[in-house]
């Protein structure tokens, strides 16, 4: 039977962004509407403005300052007070009064707004408090509430200001350019961190003057924009070049690199996804310049700021980690955890703004957004509303009504290739007519050796009976030894233990230096198996003490080991290509596949279904195999193989590439096969109706080498939703975590470096953990909620192609380029044994 991507159910392909005028039928949305627009009498394009959920900050005329509600727009708040132009305004709440602090070169001066309304409400002039004089052009402020401090950049220094008094608290200086932007951090309200034009970030202990952490450049261009994630403990900077960094902030102050992003490729890649999807007959007149012509220009990263745990659709805001990015072009929303570009809102079309010098970006009343930009060409200012209403009918798109799952909800259906069976491959006897029995035996041998032990008629006969032997010595550690046996391996694996991460044992697999490239444990956690570079396999027990059970049987390197469900076998490919079929107490395979049936390199090969299958993919094929095992010899004919194996299923891939890598459950019954692709593609297979239920394309900007599954373990369940999440790999790209049932990206990993070595990752029993190898010589833990990492493990001698934990046991297994196995094992593993 063959199957084919395209029969069956249609296949569904998922884009992972959406544009705001991709729409079906060629139609616009407006989702902008402009409010008001004033006119100044000099330039604002790079003034930083003022914007809440209440009021907005404008510089007006003859350097005054008009402050508007934005739920009535009619009778502004005018403030008098500075005697040079505007350059910098924040609101910002200080003991539950809202206040705005402006500066300019002579002054920056802090308004109380309520009280400035019931000034005007007496006829008296709107007031202010001066807290700095002479500090020179400032070109940024920002306000820490809990404790009434104003941070005021000004050439290569930063002023902390009392907000109460003037008073200078501190001045910060040991940027080599010009600061663009300052921020205090919400969780620790004595750290400030500034950015500057010599493209470097600084983390500052306000109270001291101190440099606690200071970033190599990070950019070309400087950096123009700062954010923080509380709920993560990160900060995210942007540049003027449209890139984004976002770094963790620990409490021992050293930064560490989480994700790097470019604003100009996310959008081609959404623009590409977008045209391959749209219908064919809606692709004429695109050509590959209009693609280019719509990124070529650099994104400036003006402000950053993050989307509210109550606005927006659902399935956006449950991780917390979209941020809206503005540039000059349009807003951006961005989801940190995929580094997947969601949607854009280009100003063009909807604004009397095409091109914005700067912005500021809030929440509005009735759970708006309201964005207050000035223009980058002309002495405007535009305040403006996101409707809500039509992002939500946006983002209903990334629930989907029909969703896949790993857990089958439906029986199969009787065209299922899984209800498949194989008869009874051994040839019946023939019995012959006539002739005796005798002549039907004759010739035949009585023993097949060259030796009979004698039946001892020649010896002499035994006179001494049997005697009791009374002095035998019982053996004390026996029950010691079954005791220690029994903890070796728990009963249940400790969900709540720490993650591995103290190193027990180090080896090396041979005497000659050769590449680990394939490791998995067996279901029960006491064995390992080892696939090695120069063609043969190694089944060590899980301790790693004593000498290794040796298989050999392939030519070429090993790339795929794989345990049955029973235990009772196991199965590596290799790249000449062939397939072996072994049980552990033989060093002859019981089943071999050669190369008749393979014209291409077995990338991928396990059981499937409980055993039932032998699932392998070879090309662009996706092979389904039923298989009959046999370790019974005939002495006579020992070269007559009596295990055998049936092709009953043939995939292809819907594009026609080949396959790099599969993955697919084995511990339950389940009909999803994952296949990646050469082309970049990840391919989703249900076997129950024998088709491609689900592509996703360009999954990465590189192709595919590795597929793993949450597949759990005997010692640990874990909820059904759990096991819908699989792990993707791919070199120069990092490592991304999906969620099967809507197929998208839901969080991505890439502190560990892949530059060209195919490293592999997988999931830990419990689902908490997710380790991969890396070419710096080490392995990375990380949380599965947290793109930054838990643990690096070094100690390695080279590449760390292959990681693996132990179903039974809180341990970690690597293997490295050289040829070298090592264990890790948690802090608190003693205490659980």
């Known amino acids: 039977m063959i199957y084919r991507g395209h029969q069956g159910n249609p296949i569904r392909t998922i884009t992972p962004c959406i544009k705001r005028d991709s729409m079906a039928d060629g139609s616009s949305v407006q989702y902008f509407i402009e409010r008001f627009s004033v006119t100044c009498n000099w330039p604002v394009s790079h003034v930083q403005l003022a914007c809440c959920s209440s ?115 501190a001045v910060l200086k040991a940027h080599l350019g010009p600061v663009t932007t300052s921020e205090f951090c919400p969780w620790d309200f004595n750290l400030l961190i500034s950015i500057s034009e010599d493209r470097t970030f600084k983390v500052w202990d306000v109270k001291k003057g101190d440099v606690l952490f200071q970033s190599a450049v990070l950019s070309a261009s400087p950096l123009l924009s700062l954010f923080f994630m509380e709920q993560n403990r990160q900060l995210i900077t942007g540049s003027g070049d449209g890139q984004l960094w976002c770094h963790t902030l620990p409490a021992d102050h050293k930064c560490r690199l989480v994700t790097k992003l470019d604003l100009s490729k996310l959008e081609q890649k959404l623009e590409n996804l977008r045209i391959i999807n749209l219908p064919p007959n809606g692709r004429d007149g695109i ?19 993050a989307q509210g745990p109550k606005y927006g659709h659902a399935s956006m805001h449950q991780r917390g980690s979209c941020v809206w990015i503005g540039s000059s072009d349009g807003l951006y929303l961005l989801d940190l955890d995929t580094s997947e570009l969601l949607i854009t809102l280009p100003f063009k079309g909807d604004l009397s703004i095409s091109m914005a010098g700067s912005l500021a970006i809030s929440h509005g009343c009735a ?180 000498d290794p059970a040796v298989y050999t049987g392939h030519g070429k390197t090993v790339n795929c080991v794989f345990w049955s469900h029973s235990k009772q076998w196991f199965l590596s490919s290799s790249e000449d290509p062939t397939l072996c079929i072994w049980t552990p107490s033989v060093a002859e395979p019981v089943l071999t596949m050669g190369c008749d049936q393979f014209a291409k390199p077995i990338r991928g090969a396990q059981f499937y279904y409980l055993d039932k299958f032998l699932l392998l993919a070879s090309g662009s094929d996706l092979l389904l195999y039923l298989y009959h095992l046999d370790t019974t010899r005939d002495d006579i004919k020992r070269y007559k193989d009596r295990s055998k194996s049936k092709l009953t299923g043939k995939f292809y891939m819907k594009t026609g590439t080949d396959i790099t890598s599969i993955s697919a459950i084995n511990d339950f019954y389940s009909y999803i096969v994952l296949a990646a692709g050469a082309d970049r ?78 490293c592999t990752a997988t999931f830990s029993p419990c689902g908490r953990f997710i380790a991969t190898g890396s070419e710096d010589h080490s392995a990375y833990i990380y949380d599965t909620r947290n793109s930054g990492f838990l643990h690096k493990l070094q100690r390695h001698s080279d590449t760390v192609l292959n990681v693996l934990f132990n179903p039974a046991n809180p341990e970690l297994l690597t293997g490295t380029l050289n040829g070298m196995l090592a264990l890790f094992h948690s802090v608190d593993s003693s205490l659980l044994s």
């Open 287 to 305: 050509t590959h310049n209009d693609v280019r012509g719509t990124v070529e220009t650099a994104k400036p990263v003006l402000r950053i700021w």
């Open 367 to 546: 759970e708006n957004i309201l964005c207050l930009l000035s223009s980058l060409f002309e002495s405007s200012v535009v305040l403006t509303e996101v409707n809500n209403a039509q992002l939500d009918d946006l983002l209903k798109g990334f629930s989907l009504e029909e969703q896949l799952s790993v857990v089958p909800s439906s029986p199969l259906v009787p065209e299922s290739p899984l209800n498949a069976e194989l008869t009874k491959l051994g040839l019946k006897p023939k019995k012959k007519k006539g002739g005796s029995c005798q002549k039907s035996v004759k010739n035949q041998p009585l023993v097949f050796h060259t030796q009979v032990k004698s039946s001892g008629y020649n010896a002499a006969p035994c006179r001494t009976m049997f005697k009791p032997q009374t002095n035998i010595k019982k053996k004390k550690n026996t029950s010691s030894k079954t005791s220690t046996n029994k903890k070796s391996l728990l009963a249940e694996y400790p969900s709540q233990c720490e993650a591995p991460s103290m190193c027990s044992i180090q080896l090396s697999v041979s005497t000659t230096q050769t590449t680990v490239s394939s490791l998995q444990y067996s279901g029960d956690g006491k064995h390992i198996l080892c696939g090695l570079g120069d063609s043969s396999v190694l089944l060590y027990n899980s301790s790693l003490t004593g």
């Open 55 to 169: 009021h907005c900050a404008v510089p007006w005329q003859d350097k005054n300052i008009r402050v508007y509600t934005t739920n009535n727009l009619e009778h502004p708040l005018e403030l008098t007070g500075h005697h040079g132009n505007v350059s910098a305004m924040v609101l910002g709440t200080v003991k539950d009064r809202l206040i705005l602090c402006s500066a300019s070169e002579e002054y920056v001066i802090v308004w109380d707004i309520n009280r400035c309304y019931r000034q005007v409400k007496e006829g008296v002039i709107a007031s202010g408090r001066v807290v700095g004089t002479l500090l020179g052009r400032v070109v940024h402020l920002s306000l820490c509430p809990q404790t009434s401090k104003v941070a005021a950049c000004s050439g290569s220094r930063v002023f902390v200001l009392n907000a109460e008094r003037e008073e200078v608290l």
């Open 681 to 758: 593609t990840i391919q989703v297979f249900d076997m129950n109706h024998g088709c491609v239920a689900t592509q996703i394309p360009d999954a990465h900007s590189r192709a595919v080498h590795h597929l793993a599954q949450n597949k759990g373990s005997l010692f640990c369940s874990q909820t059904p939703e759990s096991y819908n999440l699989f792990l993707s790999s791919a070199v120069t790209d990092g490592l991304k975590m999906w969620d099967l049932r809507s197929a998208r990206c839901v969080r991505r990993y890439e502190s560990h470096v892949n530059r060209c070595h195919q």
